[in-house]
């Protein structure tokens, strides 16, 4: 019971998320006045940007020959970290995406990394990166798919991708508030990964009859 009342309140939780971020990343925070763009209706403050003038996407690297157990980095693959390494292709705040195969990936990174060669990782040039994470969320990848088997995507393709661009300051302050929903879900997935590993403990001491129940 646990279990299904945590994974309802996370379902719940994800609604909002979407919900509070079609709001923020298309009305912004307290807008009065509105202009049309090739986008849409956007606060009359915001720019429609292509997407290299906010940043530039980089191809990965193999990571065979610098791949170790030990290593103190993360290597980023399609899906999220596959592996550890003592190298680094990029050292700041980015944003890695899957280039071939699970292409609507976005994995957010605050610290040395590799990206593994069937990705791109971001170089910012100005906006904040957090921002444009949750704004290539929201964008959904996966509609730029240029392959007809295994799914790939094109960098002059997304370097081109029309964005609404809002101040760095308002940025930040999206990010606060979708940060703050994004904890509140994190948390419930780690209470539900803790009950479901109590459950199954349980459950191999209770069928085992490592642990006997009194009848009545």
Excluded at 72 to 80: A, E, F, H, R
Excluded at 145 to 169: C, F, M, W, Y
Excluded at 184 to 213: A, F, P, Y
Aim: proline letters at 3%; a neutral charge.
């Amino acid at each position: 019971e646990v279990i299904e009342n945590t994974q309802e309140q996370i379902e719940k939780l994800q609604d909002l998320k979407k919900a509070t971020m079609n709001e923020l990343l298309t009305k912004g925070i307290d807008h009065t006045e509105f202009k049309e763009s090739e986008l849409g209706r956007i606060p009359k403050s915001w720019d429609v940007v292509s997407l290299i003038n906010l940043c530039s996407l980089h191809y990965g690297k193999s990571p065979k020959e610098i791949e170790d157990d030990n290593g103190k980095y993360p290597i980023y693959g399609t899906g999220g970290i596959v592996g550890k390494t003592n190298s680094s292709l990029h050292s700041g705040k980015s944003i890695v995406i899957g280039r071939k195969g699970s292409i609507d990936n976005v994995s957010f990174v605050e610290c040395p990394f590799w990206a593994i060669d069937t990705t791109y990782y971001v170089e910012e040039k100005n906006v904040e990166m957090k921002w444009l994470f949750y704004r290539l969320q929201y964008e959904g990848l996966k509609k730029y798919n240029e392959a007809s088997g295994v799914p790939s995507l094109n960098r002059d393709t997304l370097h081109n991708i029309s964005i609404q661009s809002p101040s760095k300051s308002e940025q930040t302050e999206i990010c606060t508030i979708l940060d703050t929903v994004d904890s509140q879900i994190s948390s419930l997935n780690n209470k539900r990964s803790k009950t479901q590993s109590l459950k199954k403990s349980l459950m191999q001491d209770l069928l085992t009859g490592k642990v006997r129940v009194k009848v009545n």
